[in-house]
């Protein structure tokens, strides 16, 4: 059984920076492709960014590219989600999750097996 738990959450100002920490357990770290989707109130969850085994392949939304960046510790067993320059439209949940191979469809919530529980993130203006 894979178990994520999200960390890092909080209030920040428009401008400014948070990363979000996603710590994994279970079966080995290395072989998943992880990513990072966000849910604000009264919408569907989205495609935030991703990252492939190994991590030299990163993925993202357009609405984030050149200010949030994806990385992966697989010492650790932790992905993180380095967020600068938030806006106050990011404002939302933000979900770690986790997809065996292939993990072709990165984009895609129904591609991830599994989901961490999710912690909220607001950008005050």
């Known amino acids: 059984q894979v178990q994520l738990g999200e960390s890092g959450g909080g209030l920040v100002q428009a401008g400014g920076s948070l990363r979000l920490s996603c710590a994994a357990s279970?079966?080995?770290?290395?072989?998943?492709?992880m990513g990072w989707f966000c849910q604000a109130p009264g919408k569907e969850r989205e495609f935030v960014a991703a990252i492939n085994r190994s991590g030299p392949s990163t993925y993202y939304a357009d609405s984030v590219k050149g200010r949030f960046t994806i990385s992966r510790d697989n010492a650790k067993n932790t992905a993180y989600l380095q967020m600068n320059s938030p806006k106050p439209e990011d404002t939302a949940v933000y979900y770690c999750?986790?997809?065996?191979?292939?993990?072709?469809?990165?984009?895609?919530?129904?591609?991830?097996?599994?989901w961490g529980q999710g912690t909220q993130v607001t950008v005050s203006s």
């Open positions: 279970g079966r080995t770290f290395s072989s998943w492709l």
């Open positions: 999750a986790a997809s065996g191979p292939p993990g072709s469809y990165y984009w895609r919530a129904n591609e991830y097996d599994y």
